[in-house]
Structure formats: C-alpha cells, structure tokens
C-alpha cells in the first residue's frame, strides 16, 4: 500500500527566512510524485511533478527535490503570499489512475 | 478560463436525503475524479473515470455512485446521506494517466 508522510505539520516562518518542508514516501514503483498547494477555500493547485531519483524543478521562490525514499519542497526568501497549504501525492506504477496524498504541511510566513 | 467547476459550493442535508454534486470541465480532460478530503486525512480517491461511459471504484467508494454521460461532466451522488459523509468534496481532471490532476474548488457538504 501507497503511503506518504509530510512533515512538519505546520512551520512558521519570518518574510525572507528560508526553509525545507519534507515529504517520506513508499510506493511499490514511482511513476510520479508532485506537489500542490492549497489556499484556505480552494482546491489544490498543482506546482510540479517530479519522475526520478535527483530531478529538480523550479518555481520563483520554490524548487523541489526528489531522491528515492522522499521529496523536498525548497522554499527561498518567503514572501507572505507563499502562506498555504502544500500537499504532496505519489503515482505508483501499479495504480496509474490514483494519487495518494500526505495530509499537508501548513506553512504561514509573517512579516 | 473555468478549468474544473463544481456545484454547488456548500449545501446542508439531513441524514437519508439524496443529492447529486456536478463537476464540469472545459479542458477536454479524458480523465476525471472525485475526491474528499478531511481534516488530519489525506485527499481520498472515491470514484473516477477514464473516459466517457467510464466509471471505477477509487480508495473510499461506499454509499456513492458516479455517471459520466458526457466527456466535459462527472456527477456524483449521495442516495442516503449519512453524518460520516460531511467533507469537502473535489473534482478534478486530467489529459491522462500521465498528466497533472488539476482541481476545482471544491464542495463544502454538512450532513445533519
């Protein structure tokens, strides 16, 4: 069975304090992991997919790893608009159609 | 640019009363899904749907049933609401298997 666990739950951070959220997963054969975010009210906004050992993608302040045990959401110099949800889903091989999701890291930034 | 819509955005029920929630897409997504999601939970898959006249069982399909008449909507349906079933649902589409899911914003169901 498909599993992903986010940590941390929550993270506060200061404008411009940059951090890493976390993303463990076991999944028979990886197909795809991604990232979304979700904003209080809405549903999750897809961010990027990752497909294998040592891909990175980039987005302004945010650029995601991935080895083959977990993934990393890098979040550089955070603005207060990057607050949200961020959630992370695998795709295994053996389940094409289904994403499994962890339950999210809440990330508000202050200024 | 609607991308995936979804009626309504909140509704209340009381327990055995039936409803029908729509999602629409405007991308031309062969793939579609439902989902609900809840507090401390991850998103769980309940239904989805390959193409049109498609449908399959996700993670989570008891006391719902889906249609997928036409290739742009995929209904949901709740026949005897129960309390265990108070959660926002979510819509969302794909080009394939190998695509992104994108999501709608979701619909906010109380169960009385």
């Known amino acids: 069975e498909d599993q992903v666990t986010q940590s941390p739950e929550a993270l506060r951070l200061q404008e411009g304090e940059s951090s890493s959220l976390n993303c463990s997963y076991t999944v028979s054969g990886l197909r795809g992991l991604f990232w979304y975010r979700q904003d209080p009210g809405k549903g999750p906004e897809f961010l990027f997919t990752l497909y294998s050992a040592g891909e990175e993608k980039e987005k302004e302040r945010l650029k995601a790893t991935l080895t083959k045990k977990e993934s990393f959401l890098h979040i550089t110099a955070p603005k207060p608009e990057d607050s949200a949800t961020y959630l992370c889903?695998?795709?295994?091989?053996?389940?094409?159609?289904?994403?499994?999701f962890g339950t999210g890291t809440r990330l508000q930034v202050t200024l | 640019n609607a991308g995936v819509t979804q009626t309504p955005k909140f509704r209340v029920l009381k327990t055995g009363q039936s409803m029908t929630l729509l999602c629409a897409q405007d991308?031309?997504?062969?793939?579609m899904y439902w989902y609900r999601q809840d507090p401390g939970m991850g998103l769980r898959l309940i239904h989805y749907?390959?193409?049109?006249?498609?449908?399959a069982k996700g993670e989570v399909p008891d006391g719902y049933n889906v249609s997928r008449l036409k290739k742009q909507n995929f209904l949901l349906g709740l026949e005897s609401a129960a309390p265990s079933q108070t959660s926002v649902y979510f819509c969302a589409s794909s080009l394939n298997s190998n695509q992104p899911q994108h999501f709608g914003d979701g619909t906010r169901l109380s169960i009385l």
């Open positions: 991308m031309n997504h062969e793939y």
């Open positions: 749907s390959v193409g049109e006249g498609t449908t």
């Open positions: 889903a695998v795709q295994s091989t053996g389940t094409a159609s289904k994403l499994t």
